[in-house]
């Protein structure tokens, strides 16, 4: 089961919903033969990141969208090594300078001369050059941008970059003036509501524009929260007229985790649980806050003498998490910790 801010993404550009004039604008462009660097910047929740990846079906075809990890290896110059996972497909790769923090100069310019340097694998590629992304564009540093500065210059024959971000004021000025700047504003009420309607319509569900546009009034104009919205008021079974639509998203989908923790202990609940606040993660929604209003939701539905426990446990796992790498072990372990906690509280009774 997948959320439906996955299963309802775009894929083409041509399916994309509102900034009409920006998805042909695109698509002309990716008909060029000089197709140029692209800066992507916006809101968050904007559409961004679902354009560059209608973008990049549009130059190559749906081959883009057969993904692969790689685990590549780099040793810093102290000698340290540093995993990180790497996303790509035959004709790009996605950068998420966040994952290596202050070696992104190294990573950046390792990856950029590998992907430069490699032949491009499809012979039949409808471009000769390959994409790289980077995500959080401008959560790179200075020294990191600079590198790359050096290399889109270096190896424009055959690498294209797409930076994204949510303003470019954090980007330096050389690599801004070497792409071409793409604004992905907010989308308007009615158009959020449009997206909502439809989402309603494919989910065989009635969904009035009164309602739609109060979540997407709430949802400040993010496309993503507003979806979220929608589908937990669907779960919760609160869309009608004049229902009070729920105030965050995500909080309530944790507060359904909580309920289903509490529910069942077992080892199938707890690989179900996992799977919900994987995706919550893979959503952008900081593992701490999911730990920390977990936490709360689980102090909710518990009995009071089991509270110091699961505060306890909450604290031991935050702190496990700001050391560790991998979050989701952290909030799977809590959860487990959780569940042994709580059912060895009902056999003493
Ligand atoms: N043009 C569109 N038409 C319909 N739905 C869209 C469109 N653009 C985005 N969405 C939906 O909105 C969600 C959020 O979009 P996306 O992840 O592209 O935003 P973003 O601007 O990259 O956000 P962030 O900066 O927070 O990563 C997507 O999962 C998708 O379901």
Redesign the pocket.
Known sequence: MSL???K???TTLEK????DDLSAHLKQLASLPDFPHLLFY??????????IVAVLRELYGAGVEKLKIDQRIFVTPSNRKLELNVVSSNYHLELNPSDVGMYDRMVVQELIKDVAQTQQVDANAKHRFKVIVINEADALTRDAQSALRRTMEKYMSNLRLIL?C?TTSKIIAPIRSRCLLVR?AAPSIEDISA?LRTVAKKESFKLSTQVAENIAEQADRN??KA?LMLEAAKVQGNLNEGDAVPGTDWEIFISQIAASIVEQQTPHRLLEVRGKVYELLSH?IPADMVLKTLAFELLKLVRPEMRPEIVHWAAFYEHRLKNGSKQIFHIEAFVAKVMSVYKKMLMSQ
């Open positions: 439906w801010v996955d309802y993404r775009p994309l919903s509102y900034h916006g809101p968050s929740g904007a559409g961004k990141k679902t354009r994204c949510n992905v997206v496309l993503r979806l952008c």
